[in-house]
Nanobody, 122 residues
């Protein structure tokens, strides 16, 4: 199992940047594919980005391509989400999640952090 704790959320103006971090406990972090999801008020949770266990394959939702970057450091048991050019509609709770299955099998993510709030002001 893996325990996940997100950090780095906050309030930012439109066009600004934030870097989210997700620290994982456990010795098997490098065997997990990791993803970042978000849930805005009144909306369903959606995938934002995902990365495979080694970090050499990534996925991005169309809405964030070219602005967000997912990365991981297996030596530090941490996955990151660099978010640039943030827009007010991206205000949401951002969650990191892990799976030992394929990184783009989004229904298979079974390990979740508590989430971190990102608020983008206009």
């Amino acid at each position: 199992q893996v325990h996940l704790v997100e950090s780095g959320g906050g309030l930012v103006q439109a066009g600004g940047s934030l870097r989210l971090s997700c620290a994982a406990s456990g010795r098997t972090f490098s065997t997990y594919a990791m993803g970042w999801f978000r849930q805005a008020p009144g909306k369903e949770r959606e995938i934002v980005a995902a990365i495979n266990w080694s970090g050499d394959s990534t996925y991005y939702a169309d809405s964030v391509k070219g602005r967000f970057t997912i990365s991981r450091d297996n030596a530090k048991n941490t996955v990151y989400l660099q978010m640039n050019s943030l827009q007010p509609e991206e205000t949401a709770i951002y969650y990191c999640a892990g799976t030992q299955l394929y990184y783009t099998d989004f229904s298979a993510y079974g390990y979740w952090g508590q989430g971190t709030q990102v608020t983008v002001s206009s």
